[in-house]
């Protein structure tokens, strides 16, 4: 086994820190408190190449490998987690599905914009009655010969008005079930596709996620993922990889917590000393520390298995659910370490423990997680 990261690897770290210190940082706190999404950053993200980081270079990705995106997106979660949960999305859920099942037109005209940053993706799943029970889809596709005729609502999309490319899952053969589900390439500004409303959320509040409506929206049918009924297939294959993503922005988060505790209990006085120097202290940074790098296994074993064509259903549920439990533990004990000053805006640290919550909800709550594993494990 060899845990070194590689010269490139190494860079890509360091190429996200400086961009999420430089660009991420400023005015961070300020989105949050006003919900404001973060335009320019993602902007720029998709100028550095981290908007398609495993897309081939033949469709305008960066062509790196999980690990290196794993390393970008801890680094930038560290920082700001609204920042990266939009790039795990326009990553692992648009962009990663469109080039491993897209036909080549749908490349050539969805996945180039999105690969490149210019454009922005979202994944449309969700719905107000259907969220870890993904098979009862209520949205429909019904079939109309040379198009899709979308029907229904899809609820908590991330990017939801940001992103001009949507991926609608949607049901059109009820008789057949999860198999009649179809995977429809949805843009912004067809005939009955209408944003709604903005969630005022707990955390990652510069993201924006929203409700949306489609009413009779006309879909061409060459707009169509895979064969008739992967829908469904082709969700789960997404949300997989998808989880790998959101591991490594709850590992990101963890850490950031963590170094900034680690600092604060450097240099606060308490009776006479640092508080680093009181046992309490140090011992919750010494578990924090343990935990945090027993998660980092677990997501950059996600990466490599995913890297080297092995089957990732099982580390990446296995990932997500450790980094998503630790990410949880150390931003709460990173409040507790610094007193009262954890309690207000200007620490970060109230910030990052409101954002770590979601990463045991998207993508698969901590409970399925668990299902995932255990069936895994009873095969
Ligand atoms: C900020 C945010 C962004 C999101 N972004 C997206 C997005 O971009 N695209 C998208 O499609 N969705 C998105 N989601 C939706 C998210 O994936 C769902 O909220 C999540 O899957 C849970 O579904 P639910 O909310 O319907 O909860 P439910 O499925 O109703 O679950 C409620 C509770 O019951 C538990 N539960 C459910 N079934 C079982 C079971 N069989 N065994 C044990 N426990 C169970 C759950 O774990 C949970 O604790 C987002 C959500 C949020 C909050």
Redesign the pocket.
């Given at each position: 086994m060899d845990f070194k990261l590689t010269e490139e690897q190494q860079m890509i770290k360091q190429a996200a820190r400086d961009f999420a210190q430089t660009d991420c940082l400023p005015g961070v706190i300020e989105r949050d408190d006003q919900q404001k999404f973060p335009q320019d950053q993602i902007k720029k993200m998709g100028e550095l190449g981290f908007m398609g980081m495993m897309v081939s270079p033949e469709y305008g990705g960066s062509g790196m490998d999980t690990l290196s995106y794993v390393l970008a997106m801890e680094e930038i979660s560290k920082i700001d987690a609204s920042c990266s949960?939009a790039m795990s999305?326009n990553n692992s859920?648009v962009c990663w599905g469109l080039e491993k099942f897209g036909t080549e037109e749908q490349k050539q005209k969805y996945l180039k914009p999105l690969a490149s940053g210019e454009k922005i993706g979202?994944?449309?799943?969700?719905?107000?009655?259907?969220?870890?029970?993904?098979t009862s889809q209520r949205t429909t596709a019904e079939d109309k010969g040379d198009y899709y005729l979308l029907n229904g609502t899809?609820?908590?999309?991330?990017?939801?008005n940001s992103a001009s490319i949507y991926l609608v899952?949607a049901q059109t053969d009820p008789e057949k079930g999860h198999r009649g589900i179809n995977a429809l390439i949805v843009e912004k500004g067809m005939d009955g596709f209408v944003v709604g409303k903005k969630?005022d959320?707990l955390?990652?509040r510069g993201?924006d996620?929203h409700s949306l409506m489609f009413t009779d929206v006309k879909v061409p049918k060459e707009n169509r993922i895979g064969e008739d009924g992967f829908g469904f297939k082709f969700a789960m294959k997404t949300l997989s990889g998808g989880r790998i993503g959101i591991a490594a922005q709850a590992l990101g988060i963890a850490a950031g917590a963590y170094e900034l505790a680690l600092k604060y209990a450097q240099e606060r006085k308490a009776f006479g000393k640092e508080i680093m120097r009181h046992q309490a202290i140090a011992f919750k940074l010494a578990d924090m520390h343990t935990e945090i790098e027993a998660a980092r296994m677990l997501v950059y074993r996600a990466a490599l298995d995913k890297d080297n064509g092995e089957s990732f259903d099982l580390s990446s549920a296995m990932a997500k659910l450790k980094a998503s439990q630790v990410a949880m533990d150390v931003t709460v004990e990173a409040v507790q370490i610094h007193g009262g000053y954890g309690y207000v805006k200007e620490y970060h640290v109230e910030r990052l423990m409101r954002d770590a919550k979601?990463t045991q909800?998207?993508?698969?709550?901590?409970?399925?997680q668990?299902?995932v594993i255990s069936r895994a494990i009873a095969d």
């Open positions: 949960v999305v859920l979202a994944f449309c799943l969700s719905e107000p009655e259907a969220g870890s029970d993904a899809k609820n908590w999309i991330t990017n939801g899952i969630e959320k955390g990652i993201s996620t979601i909800i998207y993508e698969g709550t901590s409970e399925i668990k299902i």
